[in-house]
């Protein structure tokens, strides 16, 4: 059974920066497509960024783009996402989560991915 463990969250002043890992056990993620979640009081979850870890092909959303970074290790069985430039509005609980065995195409629908961990705070505030 796969299962994953997020860390790397905390407090950090806007404009700030943030590496937040997720790394698996129970299977390597060489074959899975992953991808990182957040989701703020009284908001929905929304996706963030994603890889496929079999070419390291990855997409991001608007609200991030060109501010996060993600990324595989695959030899470490992690997926670290970079956040740079934070701002408050990226205060959220982040999760990654991985896609079941077979499906291959980058999503930010929740519905779409099995796997999830327990996530990780990150807190954006002067």
């Known amino acids: 059974q796969l299962q994953l463990v997020e860390s790397g969250g905390g407090l950090v002043q806007p404009g700030g920066s943030l590496r937040l890992s997720c790394a698996a056990s129970?299977?390597?993620?060489?074959?899975?497509?992953i991808g990182w979640f957040r989701q703020a009081p009284g908001k929905e979850r929304e996706g963030v960024s994603c890889?496929?870890?079999?070419?390291?092909?990855?997409d991001y959303a608007e609200s991030v783009k060109g501010r996060f970074k993600i990324s595989r290790d695959t030899s470490r069985h992690t997926v670290y996402l970079q956040m740079n430039g934070l701002k408050p509005e990226d205060t959220a609980v982040y999760y990654c989560?991985?896609?079941?065995?077979?499906?291959?195409?980058?999503?930010?629908?929740?519905?779409?991915?099995?796997?999830w961990g327990q996530g990780t705070q990150v807190t954006v505030s002067s």
């Open positions: 129970g299977a390597s993620l060489g074959s899975y497509v």
């Open positions: 989560a991985v896609m079941p065995t077979g499906r291959n195409w980058l999503s930010f629908r929740s519905a779409d991915y099995e796997f």
């Open positions: 890889i496929r870890a079999r070419d390291g092909t990855t």
